[in-house]
């Protein structure tokens, strides 16, 4: 297949990095430092990181309700009840401890009642507080600070740029307790070398969240937040856009957008219908139709599928104007752009679907009545990748986007001059994936593959540097593009991760900066090698072995590395007309 044409006007292959409470895993804010602003190797990652923050862990507010709690009623009666019936001591020992006043006393401390979503207001009260906080202290360099949530309160650097989302995905494997299956087996979103094992412990994961994940409504949906499942509307949901890019001063947040706000689609029981006309692998997990239920079967559940797909792409069409909506009317991210969401599934919608206009949330046709939102925005957000079954080849995945992106930039538009459409792709679980949606001219493509390969002990070895012959790009390769440092192997090997990388993991320092116990380690180094590096794979080996945090630190550092020199290298072959050869030299190491 060939890659879309290079242009010097493309903007450069972006990582999303899914970000945990605000903030980029495993790193302090002082690596956060060293690693993206200190040398000329950290524009590399300024240039192609992005950092995703989420509304479903950074702007939940607790609701406290003014109404008394029968368990407090309950135990005011009773102390009063015992105060009344028991005569009053009169000696010393009756202190001012028991004085009614103070005796049995109901705490004063309350307990949420329930939990919201941010609003400007609120944000307000925060970042004052905060910002009288930070005046008591003269050391803080105030010119550096910009006074705003995300910066002040989440603590994102200013030199990062940031992205909003609803969420990442809603059936997915971020979060550590919710990485186990109903067997004990950990479902990791990385790509498994068992790929059966991989689509039953998916298919596990499945069935067990799908009965507590609750259906959306046709003007709200339901996130998983760290305090359970919460409700979002579309109005609530630009509320907390707004709060986060609140400012004390004329400085903002750096954003590159918001995604709008979309929901889950569950075809779980039409997967086999829905890709009839695929090449499924032979005991994937999904269990197959039987051969006595007929085509009028599968022409049943393909049509139910249909009608999921049509409503959520029709609920999305409309919850992205209510949000545009709101947005502008609260006055914050004025030059940041609202990335239109659009899920996967969307593809198998004819084209008359796709470019129609929708009602409004009152069933009224207003004055955005001929707006389409796909065809006029120019930045537009692929969801749902984490929903598609994995059974599936890369390929037949990667025709679907492209059948997608071809009709959406197919649809007529009302303005004179359109900008070229940006396309976004919100939670790949696998490198195949990046580079299929690479080949597709997706700019910006989102995952959490950095953190899981870290959690499992797994880190990235991937060459970039191409063969200079055709021969040599066909022939097989021996080494992988990963090891595990869970493996006994590594226990006394003490190269770095990758010969000549520059991370902070693998980098090389002096012997002198080295204990003198180190140096029985260095026997398979090289001995025109002075140095050693910062850390072999023996000291993450043990690290893991003792389940010790640094070494999801030193992987998550190693990997977020590799997934830059990626994303730098495919920039620069798109820029050359040698993006489709990168990526089958980079697919035969995976």
């Known amino acids: 297949m060939t890659s879309p044409a290079a242009s010097t006007t493309m903007p450069p292959f972006r990582l999303l990095l899914h970000s945990r409470d605000g903030c980029i895993p495993h790193l302090t804010p002082r690596l956060v430092d060293q690693i993206f602003r200190q040398d000329d190797e950290s524009r590399r990652y300024r240039d192609h990181v992005v950092l995703g923050i989420a509304v479903r862990d950074t702007c939940i507010a607790p609701v406290y309700s003014n109404k008394r709690n029968r368990d407090d009623d309950r135990l005011m009666y009773e102390s009063k009840k015992r105060r009344t019936c028991e005569p009053r001591k009169k000696d010393s020992s009756s202190s001012v401890n028991d004085t009614p006043s ?12 329930g939990y919201t979503f941010l609003t400007p207001d609120k944000t307000r009260a925060i970042c004052e507080a905060v910002n009288s906080n930070d005046a008591l202290t003269p050391t803080i360099d105030k010119e550096k600070h910009a006074m705003n949530y995300i910066h002040d309160y989440l603590r994102v650097p200013s030199f990062i740029q940031t992205m909003v989302v609803p969420t990442f995905a809603f059936i997915n494997g971020e979060d ?6 109903g067997n004990g087996n950990t479902f990791i979103s990385s790509k498994s070398s068992d790929n059966k094992q991989y689509e039953k412990n998916k298919q596990q994961y499945t069935n067990k969240k799908k009965d507590i994940i609750p259906k959306g409504s046709q003007n709200a949906v339901a996130i998983d937040t760290p305090h359970g499942w919460q409700s979002i509307t579309p109005e609530q949901y ?6 986060l890019d609140y400012s004390c001063q004329d400085k903002v947040a750096s954003s590159v957008g918001t995604v709008g706000l979309f929901d889950h689609i569950d075809i779980t029981n039409h997967a086999h219908a829905l890709f009839s006309d695929h090449c499924l692998e032979k005991d994937s997990g999904i269990p197959d139709q039987d051969e006595t239920s007929g085509a009028d079967a ?6 139910q599928a249909m009608k999921k797909i049509t409503t959520s792409f029709q609920k999305c069409t409309s919850w992205t104007r ?3 909506t709101s947005i502008s009317s609260s006055g914050c991210f004025k030059d940041s752009p609202i990335w239109s969401p659009v899920n996967i599934f969307s593809s198998f919608l004819p084209a008359h679907v796709l470019a129609k206009s929708f009602l409004d949330k009152n ?6 009545s001929d707006y389409n939102v796909l065809s006029e925005s120019s930045n537009v957000a ?6 598609l079954p994995s059974n599936i080849h890369h390929s037949k995945k990667q025709a679907e986007l492209k059948k997608l992106i071809q009709r959406i930039q197919s649809m007529p538009s009302t303005k004179s001059q359109q900008p070229p459409k ?9 490198v195949a994936s990046i580079l299929d949606a690479s080949r597709e001219g997706v700019s910006i493509i989102g995952t959490d593959l950095v953190r899981s390969l870290s959690i499992d002990g797994i880190a990235l070895t991937l060459d970039f540097t191409l063969p200079t012959s055709d021969i040599e790009l066909t022939a097989p390769i021996s080494t992988g593009g990963r090891i595990n440092l869970n493996e006994k192997q590594y226990a006394n090997d003490c190269k770095p991760l990758i010969q000549g990388c520059a991370c902070l993991t693998c980098r090389f320092r002096t012997t002198s900066n080295r204990a003198v116990g180190y140096q029985h380690f260095a026997t398979e180094l090289s001995s025109t090698e002075p140095d050693y590096p910062s850390f072999s794979r023996a000291y993450i080996h043990h690290l893991i072995q003792a389940n010790e945090m640094l070494a999801d630190t030193l992987l998550f550092i190693h990997n977020l590395h590799q997934m830059v020199i990626l994303f730098h290298k495919l920039s620069e072959a798109r820029a050359a007309s040698q993006l489709e050869s990168l990526c089958l030299w980079v697919e035969k190491q995976l």
């Open 102 to 113: 103070n005796s049995n006393k109901v705490s004063d401390a309350k307990k949420p009642s």
């Open 298 to 303: 599968v022409a049943t559940l393909t049509k």
């Open 363 to 368: 069933g009224q046709r207003d004055q955005l």
């Open 176 to 181: 550590d307790d919710n990485k186990r299956c």
């Open 422 to 430: 940006q396309f976004l792709l919100l939670a790949v679980n696998d």
């Open 382 to 387: 692929i969801v749902g990748w984490e929903a």
């Open 238 to 243: 630009g509320g907390a856009v707004a709060s």
């Open 322 to 324: 209510r949000v545009q």
